[in-house]
């Protein structure tokens, strides 16, 4: 399976996200479904590049296929503190400008975007799948992300 | 990610952001839009019709933006949004606390 690891930093970030698109654009996904897999992306990464290395630097890998032109799977690890970011509550997004917060809203978009969202531990690996079709499932997926929703 | 000032209507001051506004891109994007409202530009028309991509970083720099121009009375108005970014607007709310007009014409008349 096509691989990329990487020192886990910001400089990185858009080389690692194009790794994952290209995976896409070869299977012809929509364009708007690209960019919606670039974000749930994004905010893992930037996750892992600002927290699972607190005292050190450290790598974070990716893999990635697309099965039969219609689910993209992918596994983002990392060798750092073990979290399961899925575990981060969801922020409530009918707050008022000034109650606002953004923090949680990174995995609240990852739940949104992907089908599907796996965590695991392995060894000294925190890894995590993420399954995207070709099209957004509607508001809800399988992992409820609580808050308000439509 | 490009940004630059096209004009002002009125006393609104109109910006037009194009590209991607991510984890790497944000700071500048806000930088940029607090040094116009420090030199005292507090009326923002921000043009996101040529914005492809943004995340929660770029939402947490619009949501610092705002809550500036709040303490000066001032304005901020986000046009013309398309696609994924109008999308993660409506996912994330923000387009309940931010005022979004369909284009730059809508938000001039805005009050």
């Not at chain 1, 039969?68 to 979290?83: A, Q, Y």
């Not at chain 1, 109650?99 to 690996?125: C, I, N, P, S, T």
């Not at chain 2, 943004?54 to 901020?76: D, E, F, M, V, W």
């Amino acid at each position: 399976m096509p691989e990329i690891t990487s020192p886990a930093r910001m400089a990185h970030l858009e080389r690692l996200i194009q790794f994952v698109a290209r995976h896409a654009e070869t299977a012809h996904f929509p364009t708007q479904r690209i960019r919606e897999i670039e974000l749930a992306v994004e905010e893992i990464l930037v996750n892992i590049f600002s927290y699972a290395y607190p005292d050190t630097t450290g790598d974070v890998s990716l893999t990635c296929r697309v099965e039969d032109d219609l689910r993209l799977v992918l596994e983002i690890s990392d060798t750092g503190t073990p979290f399961n970011i899925l575990n981060v509550p969801a922020p409530n997004v009918a707050a008022g400008i000034y109650e606002r917060q953004v923090g949680g809203l990174g995995v609240f978009f990852v739940k949104k975007m992907a089908d599907e969202a796996h965590y695991r531990r392995d060894g000294d690996r925190n890894i995590l799948m993420l399954i995207f079709g070709r099209h957004r499932h509607g508001a809800e997926g399988q992992e409820h992300a609580g808050g308000v929703q439509k | 990610m490009e940004i630059e000032n096209t004009g002002k209507e009125k006393d609104r001051f109109i910006i037009t952001v194009t590209g991607r506004i991510d984890a790497v891109t944000a700071p500048e994007f806000e930088t940029r839009l607090l040094d116009w409202i420090n030199a005292g530009e507090t009326r923002l028309i921000v043009d996101l019709g040529g914005l492809e991509y943004i995340s929660s970083a770029g939402l947490r720099s619009i949501l610092t933006i705002a809550k500036n121009l709040k303490t000066k009375q001032g304005k901020l108005a986000l046009c013309s949004l398309r696609d994924t970014v109008k999308e993660v607007f409506e996912i994330s709310g923000f387009s309940t606390i931010i005022p979004v007009c369909e284009s730059v014409a809508a938000a001039v008349k805005e009050k």
